[in-house]
Structure formats: C-alpha cells, structure tokens
C-alpha cells in the first residue's frame, strides 16, 4: 500500500444491496474502490486483475467459500490484508477465516464507523476482531503452535536470522495479542516503526504474515517472557 494515494478496497458480497452500500460507504469516505464481486471465482480473478490493498469478504459465497478466495489471494500476493465482514460470530468460522489468511474479523452488524477504521487498520497490517474474538483468535494461535512444526526448517535454528533487540521486543508483543499502535504506544516508537519493525522480521525469518510471525515467536517461548 502506497502513501500516495488513497487505500484500494474490493468489496466481495454475494447480496447486491448490501454489496453497494458497503462500496459507497467506503468511497464517500475516501477511499478507492477499484473492485466489487459477487461469487467467489469473480472475486479470484478481479482482485488479481485490479489489485487492491484490502479486501472486505463475505465467507458466505456462491460458486467458491469465501475462506478459499482468501487462501488463494493471499498465496498469489501475501501483501494483501484481507478483512472478513460476516454475519456469523461463530468460533469455527473465525478461526477458519484466520487460518486462510484474513487480518481481520468483522461482524455486519458491526456501525459504519466500526467498518471504517476496520478497513484503515487492517490496510496497515492491525489484526481487527470484533470485541470477544481476538482473545480467541490468540488461544488458536498457542495451539497451533503448540502442533508439532513442519519438517523444513526444524535443525536450522543455529543458522537463524539475527534479530535486533528491538526487533525481538516487539515480536513478543506482536505475540501476546497487541495491536501495532498499543505496541507504538508501549515502546514510545511511531506506528510506522513498528510496521518496519515488523516487515524487516517477516523477510529476515522469511515468513509471510501475522498469522505465521505469532506461531514463531509462541514457538520459542517469546510471548511467556
């Protein structure tokens, strides 16, 4: 996501109506909306074809599951932050979405305020859970990291990627569940050098998002510290 411009949003909902709502809402408040789509397989190809920063998908979706559009997205450009805006709180589904790849979970019944800053967060990397759902979204995170690892990787740790110090502090953050602007706040950095921060660790440890970063530092004990 570039600072030049406003934030690019995709809007993928199987209901037309409230598919433009959420479409005008998000213009009117500035940002682009540069894509919508209304079955999973035309969700697939017009966000590679168009691009956008964020994603806000429906999971109930015909022709293709909303979590499949998300795993497929999200392996082709794994920049992309993809939002869930669902009517179901239901455990299964959330944690479902978070394994797929989605940043964030939101519920439709959720204000337009609500919805807004969802989108602006989530277009920086904030994992944005409607209240009750992030404490069990970071139970899952510790159980699968609790799962034995997969085999690549696991007798290479002597030749780890360093880590700064401060690098370090903020993935233990990152894995007890605060937000990078709670993390900003903590350490008295700006939210753009936790972002940093963040991304330089990703690409050191060569792992892909939020969801994989947290497993690696519940892996060694970090978020216990």
């Given at each position: 996501m570039s600072e030049q411009g406003p934030i690019k949003v995709m809007v993928v909902d199987d209901h037309p109506m409230w598919r433009d709502a959420v479409a005008r809402d998000l213009s009117e408040s500035g940002f682009d909306v540069v894509a919508t789509a209304g079955d999973g397989d035309q969700a697939v190809?017009?966000?590679?074809?168009?691009?956008?920063?964020v994603l806000v998908l429906d999971l109930n979706l015909p022709v293709k599951p909303g979590v499949q559009v998300c795993k497929e997205l999200v392996g082709h450009n794994p920049a992309?932050?993809?939002?869930?805006?669902?009517?179901?709180?239901?455990?299964?589904?959330?944690?479902?979405?978070?394994?797929?790849?989605?940043?964030?979970?939101?519920?439709?019944?959720?204000?337009?305020g609500e919805l807004l800053d969802a989108v602006r967060r989530t277009a920086v990397g904030d994992p944005v859970f409607t209240p009750g759902l992030a404490g069990l979204v970071l139970g899952e995170y510790r159980r699968l990291a609790s799962e034995p690892a997969p085999a690549a990787g696991t007798d290479n740790d002597e030749g780890a990627p360093r880590l700064t110090d401060r690098e370090t502090e903020v993935l233990r953050l990152v894995a007890k569940g605060l937000s990078y602007k709670q993390i900003a706040e903590r350490l008295v950095i700006s939210h753009r050098t936790v972002q940093n921060h963040v991304q330089n660790?990703?690409?050191?440890?060569?792992?892909?998002?939020?969801?994989?970063?947290?497993?690696?530092?519940?892996?060694?004990g970090l978020d216990d510290e």
């Open positions: 190809r017009r966000a590679k074809a168009a691009a956008p920063d992309l932050r993809v939002l869930v805006l669902s009517a179901s709180g239901e455990h299964a589904d959330v944690l479902e979405a978070v394994k797929s790849g989605a940043t964030g979970y939101l519920l439709k019944s959720a204000s337009t660790t990703l690409g050191k440890l060569q792992l892909h998002n939020r969801v994989e970063l947290v497993r690696y530092a519940i892996e060694r």
